[in-house]
């Protein structure tokens, strides 16, 4: 049997993440040839991922990482199926890395099929299915670009959000941050009226009629009323309608022009489940 040192079990370990026990049992079957053994821990975890492939992936972590001029941002969610993993801090610095490198890509992927240490980043996220036992994937990938983006990861990496402006005014990024968190714990539906698809406001308009008809109202009222009503869900669900939730006298447009002549006009939120 070919002797297998501990530095040659802690060097795969470090280029695997695997565990000490598979990566001596690995090393042991390849006959001590380093990259032999890579490809043994490798086939592990696309059996493991085949018998793990109709498991639900609804755990993980969330992260939003922004470029240096501050004029692009993306954000990256890699699942797993259990918070206990989601929570380990190899996987948080995973999502971390991969976020970083996405921020090189404009899809999903092309993010995949980069090169990872030696490997594709699809190969990598199989690698790691083996070592931690568990289902894991990338559940969402999405891309901003604007004169100035801002990011916010909510407590616990389950919310990620990335915001637009219009200009790099003295202050930015505090105003993209405030707006991002509020994007992160409201949840608009769109940016503003327009970005609002036809479907869903005619299903709002009709929705409001059949409110007015069980309240009695006549039918020649319908139409105005439910404009009317129409008009306070533009408010509740677009991003620079709403309320700001820092000061509920201005809405969040208004919140944005306090900094100059700035407006939002994007942002993205991706959250996990």
């Known amino acids: 049997m070919t002797k297998i040192t501990a530095s040659e079990v802690n060097k795969l370990r470090q280029a695997t993440g695997a565990g000490m026990m598979d990566c ?30 109709d498991r639900e ?7 939003a990482q922004v470029n240096s001029n501050a004029t692009s941002g993306v954000i990256v969610s890699l699942n797993c199926e259990t918070d206990f993993v989601a929570k380990n801090e190899s996987f948080v610095n995973l999502a971390q890395e991969l976020a970083t490198k996405a921020l ?35 559940g969402g990938f999405k891309k901003l670009e604007a004169p100035f983006v801002g990011s916010y990861i909510h407590a616990g990496n389950k919310i990620a959000t990335l915001v637009g402006l219009s200009a ?19 949840n608009p539906i769109a940016l503003d009226e327009a ?35 129409l008009k306070r869900f533009f408010k ?18 208004d919140y944005v022009k306090t900094y100059g002549d700035v407006k939002v006009v994007g942002f993205e939120r991706v959250a996990l489940g």
């Open 195 to 229: 970005g609002v698809d036809a479907v869903t406001i005619e299903k709002e308009i009709e929705i409001a009629k059949d409110q007015l008809r069980a309240e009695g109202k006549p039918e020649a009222m319908l139409d105005n009323i439910a404009k009317g009503k």
């Open 104 to 138: 090189s890509y404009e899809t999903l992927d092309a993010l995949l099929a980069s090169d990872y240490n030696g490997m594709t980043v699809s190969e990598k996220l199989i690698e790691q299915t083996g070592v931690i036992g568990e289902k894991i994937e990338i």
């Open 24 to 53: 001596k049992k690995a090393l042991v079957e390849a006959g001590g040839d380093f990259d032999k053994a890579i490809e043994l821990l490798r086939k592990k975890g696309q059996k493991v991922a085949a018998n793990r492939a």
């Open 57 to 63: 992936s609804t755990e993980g972590a969330v992260i």
């Open 236 to 253: 509740d669900n677009t991003l620079v309608n709403q309320d700001f939730i820092k000061d509920s006298k201005l809405s969040v447009a």
């Open 168 to 186: 790099k005014v003295d202050g930015a990024d505090t105003a993209a941050k405030d707006v991002a968190m509020q994007a992160a714990a409201m």
